[in-house]
């Protein structure tokens, strides 16, 4: 079981930038497959991208494929988010937990809102 922490989310104009970042408390987080997920508003929570334990792998929802950048540091137990060209439809709280996910590991989460 691993607990995480997500942070670096907040306001930002269409077409700017942020990264977010997940802290993973824990021993097993350098074999885990970890993934961004996010819920927006009204909807339900939809996986964003994951990364393979090495970092070697990637993969994109087709909706940020492009735009995001996921990677890893094992050595710090932390995952990050890279975020450019912005849109209003990216607004979500945005989660971090293991792919396939483990239900005791959703945090609280970290909102992104993109709005000029």
């Known amino acids: 079981q691993v607990q995480l922490v997500e942070s670096g989310g907040g306001l930002v104009q269409p077409g700017g930038s942020l990264r977010l970042s997940c802290a993973a408390s824990?021993?097993?987080?350098?074999?885990?497959?970890m993934g961004w997920y996010r819920q927006a508003p009204g909807k339900q929570r939809q996986w964003v991208a994951t990364?393979?334990?090495?970092?070697?792998?990637?993969n994109y929802a087709d909706s940020v494929k492009g735009r995001f950048i996921i990677s890893r540091d094992n050595a710090k137990n932390t995952m990050y988010l890279q975020m450019n060209t912005l849109k209003p439809e990216d607004t979500a709280v945005y989660y971090c937990?293991?792919?396939?996910?483990?239900?005791?590991?959703w945090g609280q989460g970290t909102q992104v809102t993109v709005s000029s």
């Open positions: 937990n293991s792919v396939p996910t483990a239900e005791s590991s």
């Open positions: 824990g021993s097993i987080f350098s074999i885990l497959a």
């Open positions: 990364i393979m334990p090495t970092g070697g792998s990637t």
